[in-house]
């Protein structure tokens, strides 16, 4: 069963860098898409970032558009957040996830997702 190993994350200050990384230990090029999403303390899951691996569409929650960006390296099996201007509330732990059955490829439907990774923490400082 393929799996989704995670890097990066980290601490920052407010209008700081992070990046992501994704790996599939599997090949994750036969997934139909690949995303980001997060969950901050006491609040519910949030999609961040998707990405169609046919074609390289991409789409992006309106709270992270014009400052986080989802790429990917198919050759090494890499998936990418890269994450600028961050903002307190940009605090949470981030996932990555895929889809292998062809669902919307939105960060409004999570639920199509059945592969996630452990999680990586960010934690952006006022």
């Known amino acids: 069963q393929e799996q989704l190993v995670q890097s990066g994350g980290g601490s920052v200050q407010a209008g700081g860098s992070l990046r992501l990384s994704c790996r599939g230990a599997?090949?994750?090029?036969?997934?139909?898409?690949m995303g980001w999403f997060r969950r901050a303390p006491g609040k519910e899951r949030q999609g961040v970032a998707t990405?169609?691996?046919?074609?390289?569409?991409?789409s992006y929650a309106d709270f992270v558009k014009g400052r986080f960006t989802i790429s990917q390296d198919i050759l090494n099996n890499m998936l990418y957040l890269q994450m600028d201007n961050l903002e307190p509330e940009d605090t949470a732990t981030y996932y990555c996830?895929?889809?292998?059955?062809?669902?919307?490829?939105?960060?409004?439907?999570?639920?199509?997702?059945?592969?996630w990774g452990r999680g990586s923490q960010v934690t952006v400082a006022s």
């Open positions: 599997g090949r994750i090029t036969h997934f139909h898409c």
């Open positions: 990405l169609r691996k046919r074609g390289g569409t991409t």
């Open positions: 996830a895929a889809d292998s059955f062809g669902g919307s490829c939105s960060p409004s439907d999570g639920k199509d997702f059945d592969y």
